[in-house]
């Protein structure tokens, strides 16, 4: 089967300007989650949505982090406006079950750079 | 704030030589799972146990789990090199209708020829 896929790469912004990210999950995977990892530190979620619906944005700087959940397949995470401590590597990750019952299936993630 | 906290934080050995990783988490949980990180690479799950289980091995590697002392262990056997990779547990818990995996700062782990 197909991995999650995510674009861009890479991306170098400067501060205050924006930035989204985009992640097609594994088919038929009813849960999406952003994760943002800080150099040297492990993952943090950022949301986690069901479906399309959101199950979980408590870690969510909701002033300039935005996502979507088109139809429940594709996402997208946008930054605006973006700040320099918003660098980190963004992952998406997919799972076939509800929420953490099952594996996480990630991508190879959006290494965000803000200058 | 992270749950799961992985010793030691590096760890370096021998090909051939066993690696031992420790996670200790803090509240129940009902599941604690184990991935590896390549650099510049996303996660990828090696392992899944639940909390009613004691012990789970899959090819070389071996977890076990003691939620009396909230602790997990990662084991892999006769290492090699394409083992280098950054490890994390993540802990899994279940409140009401939604589930939240949380994961731990990691070991990487070095295995050198």
């Known amino acids: 089967e197909a991995g999650v896929a995510q674009s861009p790469r890479y991306k170098i912004i400067e501060k205050r300007q924006s930035v989204a990210f985009w992640c097609n999950p594994i088919?038929?995977?009813?849960?999406l989650y952003w994760y943002q990892q800080i150099l040297g530190q492990g993952p943090k979620l950022l949301i986690q949505f069901q479906n399309n619906g959101v199950v979980d944005d408590s870690q969510l700087p909701k002033d300039r982090f935005s996502a979507e959940r088109l139809k429940g397949v594709d996402s997208t995470l946008k930054i605006q406006p973006a700040k320099l401590e918003d660098s980190a590597v963004y992952l998406c990750a997919s799972s076939f079950g509800q929420g953490a019952g099952s594996p996480l299936h990630f991508g190879n993630g959006t290494r965000l750079t803000v200058t | 704030s992270q749950q799961g906290e992985e010793d030691p934080q590096a760890l370096s050995i021998q090909e051939g030589e066993n690696a031992t990783m420790n996670c200790s988490y803090k509240t129940s949980i009902n599941n604690l799972q184990w991935y590896r990180q390549n650099s510049g690479r996303g996660l990828v799950h090696l392992i899944l146990?639940?909390?009613?289980?004691r012990e789970k091995h899959s090819g070389r590697l071996r977890v076990t789990l003691d939620t009396s002392k909230k602790s997990s262990s990662l084991l892999i056997t006769a290492s090699r090199a394409a083992d280098t990779a950054s490890y994390f547990c993540?802990?899994?818990?279940?409140?009401?209708?939604?589930?939240?995996?949380?994961f731990g700062t990691g070991t990487r782990l070095q295995v050198t020829l």
């Open positions: 146990i639940r909390s009613n289980e």
């Open positions: 993540a802990t899994a818990i279940f409140p009401g209708t939604a589930s939240k995996l949380t």
């Open positions: 088919s038929g995977h009813a849960t």
